[in-house]
């Protein structure tokens, strides 16, 4: 999710405020495993997970990541990546995200004051010098050797990184650094390396869930938090992260002076909540962490993960198991209950975020409203964010569009406001929120580590409710 506003005074404000939101969106630990239906065991090359057309993902990852940070705040990273071909064709490359070569001002408008800086010393396939392209954020991997189905082949990667100052996502700020899409994302195999060029205002890289093990190597001591279980909140030098079945790596860096922290139990998941110094935010923002996880995991369903990390850094964005959050106490209903309903939405049910933004996006809000209706003990109050935002501009009349394809103002108003809406109209006709919960439910139990497109959500809500729904779900699905 991008940074969000509220509701304005009038259009013109509201509009400005959009025009600021697009700056921000743009030992082994023991991981809970999926029963047998829909685990996604990495470690041998096979995958059970399919998609939701019933064709496997194609592609299947063994990441271990080594960091070290330099006195200077840059970055050393050795990534050793074990790749296995789960499509139906032979493969003569391997294609990966490596999105910060796209954070600078020839790619990225957004950076023109500031960017990343990465620099590629080796790249090797099964211990041979390997070549390379690198455009964007693609990173092409030519084999010398075709890797025929079933086949896994290694490829190590060394690179330099030196985060932007004023980054999206990937930032150093001061003496923190939040890592995010640093390292090399095997991207999604489907009749071809569909890898998009990196756009600002939403999340345009396309990753299936893998494996991974992260080393690092601090100058001094940090407080730690990451996508695996970090435990104990204490600052650290070094340390070794493991986890399976995630879509993607965060890890974040910060300095123990600037920060206080709390600890909180929400079910069997223990909350880690990262708050500067000043701010006044902690104790509410635990709270309602709280509150809204364990609302989600009795209504939508059990979250298997162990730990949430909650940052209040003004990042406003979701990853497998750790959410960037807001500074200000007026912004954590709608950023803070949003990020943890991509738990479910975007984390635990996949889709591709560049093709069809909708359904994390949308679903996420839609849910974050829900449950922010409840908490005031009305119908319509959780949605008034999206109410707003899709007044401050017209939508598109279908949601799943490609990113490339929605300009700034039309991809907010139709995703964050009329996709929540639509949905909330249908539902109001049909049973209200307890309906809509039981829907989102039976959603989440039917996909869960799996990778859902339009085309599936429509058979599950055919299937789901009685009657023809093709007249609703066609005026707004193409």
Do not use: C
């Amino acid at each position: 999710m991008k940074k969000k506003g509220w509701a304005a005074a009038g259009v013109i404000a509201f509009i400005s405020l959009l025009v600021l939101l697009s700056a921000f969106f743009s030992g082994r630990s023991e991981q809970p495993v999926p029963d047998d239906e829909t685990a996604r065991h990495l470690a041998d090359g096979q995958t059970d997970q399919q998609a939701s057309d019933g064709k496997p993902d194609g592609t299947n990852a063994e990441y271990d990541l080594e960091l070290q940070m330099k006195e200077d705040g840059t970055f050393q990273v050795s990534a050793v990546i074990g790749v296995a071909n789960d499509s139906a064709d032979t493969w003569n490359e391997i294609g990966f995200y490596l999105v910060p070569n796209a954070m600078n001002a020839l790619d990225t408008q957004f950076y023109r004051d500031d960017h990343a800086e990465v620099e590629i010393s080796a790249l090797q396939v099964d211990g041979e010098t390997a070549d390379y392209t690198l455009d964007n954020n693609e990173l092409m991997v030519a084999l010398e050797t075709e890797l025929e189905r079933g086949a896994v082949v290694e490829i190590s990667i060394d690179y330099s990184l030196e985060l932007p100052k004023e980054g999206m996502r990937l930032s150093q700020v001061e003496d923190n650094f939040y890592l995010a899409q640093w390292y090399p994302m095997l991207a999604v195999y489907d009749d071809g390396w569909n890898i998009e060029d990196y756009d600002s205002k939403g999340e345009s890289y396309d990753t299936a869930y893998g494996n991974f093990i992260v080393s690092y190597q601090l100058p001094a001591d940090y407080l730690v938090a990451s996508s695996a279980e970090d435990g104990v909140i204490e600052a650290v030098s070094s340390g070794k992260l493991e986890g399976d079945n995630y879509k993607d790596f965060y890890i974040a860096f910060m300095d123990s002076e600037e920060w206080e922290t709390a600890a909180a139990q929400a079910g069997d998941t223990n909350l880690r909540v990262f708050a500067p110094k000043g701010t006044g935010v902690l104790e509410e923002t635990t709270a309602l962490a709280s509150d809204a996880y364990r609302y989600f995991e009795q209504h939508i369903g059990d979250n298997p993960f162990g730990e949430l990390d909650i940052i209040a850094n003004d990042g406003y964005m979701e990853y497998p198991n750790i959410i960037e959050v807001a500074t200000e106490e007026e912004a954590l209903d709608a950023i803070l209950v949003h990020e943890i309903a991509h738990q479910w939405f975007y984390f635990l049910v996949a889709n591709d975020p560049f093709k069809e933004a909708w359904l994390d996006e949308s679903l996420a809000e839609f849910t974050t409203a829900l449950f922010l209706s409840d908490r005031h003990g009305d119908a319509d109050s959780g949605f008034q964010y999206a109410v707003s935002i899709q007044a401050s501009y017209p939508p598109e009349t279908y949601l799943n569009f490609p990113l490339d394809e929605f300009d700034e103002a039309k991809y907010y108003s139709t995703i964050y406001g009329k996709g929540p809406l639509l949905l909330k109209e249908f539902f109001d006709g049909r049973g209200g929120r307890e309906a809509a919960l039981e829907f989102l439910s039976a959603y989440y139990t039917g996909f869960q580590f799996k990778r859902v497109d339009s085309e599936a959500f429509k058979v599950f809500f055919e299937d789901y409710f009685e009657g023809d729904q093709s007249e609703f779900l066609d005026s707004w699905l193409k």
